[in-house]
């Protein structure tokens, strides 16, 4: 008796196993053919639009056909009109960053000026020299005395007999 219940347990399972598979293969089928279904739609869709589109080509290629005998004057206008713009724009936009950078060039060197010019008033040439001791000076050196001994008995120094000498084109 043993045996035939055991027996009887596993027919049991079994078929429980195979009403399981049975449900089982039954889920996936209908997703499968659910999945079918939406590529069969998708598939449909796209040849539908990829029909469309040959007939908009035909279209369009027999309209060409048609104007392409001769262009008009306004359309050979409008078009070299926007082909000279396409070119011309890149070289526009580098003339503004060209302007541009000039300006600011010319910004600095005008502020480099200024401040030369400023600095160029506060320069002062020496006082002490007149008239009179650019004679002594230019004197004296042409006797042959050294810039030195000038500069010493004058009682200024060796750069203002040097100036004196070079603004009167002496040495």
Same mark, same amino acid.
């Given at each position: 008796?043993?045996?035939?219940?055991?027996?009887?347990?596993?027919?049991?399972?079994?078929?429980?196993?195979?009403?399981?598979?049975?449900?089982?293969?039954?889920?996936?089928?209908?997703?499968?053919?659910?999945?079918?279904?939406?590529?069969?739609?998708?598939?449909?869709?796209?040849?539908?639009?990829?029909?469309?589109?040959?007939?908009?080509?035909?279209?369009?290629?027999?309209?060409?056909?048609?104007?392409?005998?001769?262009?008009?004057?306004?359309?050979?206008?409008?078009?070299?009109?926007?082909?000279?713009? *396409?070119?011309?724009?890149?070289?526009?936009?580098?003339? +503004?960053?060209?302007?541009?950078? !000039? /300006? #600011? %060039?010319?910004?600095?060197?005008?502020?480099?000026?200024?401040?030369?010019?400023?600095?160029?008033?506060?320069?002062?040439?020496?006082?002490?020299?007149?008239?009179?001791?650019?004679?002594?000076?230019?004197?004296?050196?042409?006797?042959?005395?050294?810039? *030195?001994?000038?500069?010493?008995?004058?009682?200024?120094? +060796?750069?203002?007999?040097?100036? !004196? /000498? #070079? %603004?009167?084109?002496?040495?």
């Amino acid at each position: 008796m043993n045996i035939a219940v055991g027996a009887e347990h596993l027919i049991v399972v079994m078929s429980a196993i195979i009403l399981y598979l049975i449900y089982y293969v039954y889920t996936k089928d209908s997703e499968y053919s659910k999945n079918i279904r939406t590529v069969a739609s998708l598939t449909e869709e796209l040849n539908r639009e990829i029909f469309y589109l040959k007939k908009k080509v035909t279209e369009t290629q027999e309209s060409i056909k048609i104007g392409s005998g001769r262009m008009s004057d306004e359309d050979i206008y409008q078009e070299v009109e926007r082909t000279v713009y *396409d070119m011309v724009k890149p070289l526009a936009v580098g003339l +503004k960053r060209l302007e541009d950078s !000039v /300006l #600011k %060039i010319d910004e600095q060197i005008e502020s480099r000026i200024s401040s030369l010019e400023s600095g160029v008033k506060q320069i002062s040439f020496p006082t002490s020299i007149h008239a009179k001791d650019d004679e002594k000076v230019i004197s004296l050196f042409k006797r042959g005395i050294d810039l *030195d001994s000038i500069s010493r008995e004058l009682h200024i120094s +060796k750069a203002e007999v040097e100036f !004196v /000498l #070079k %603004i009167n084109k002496i040495k």
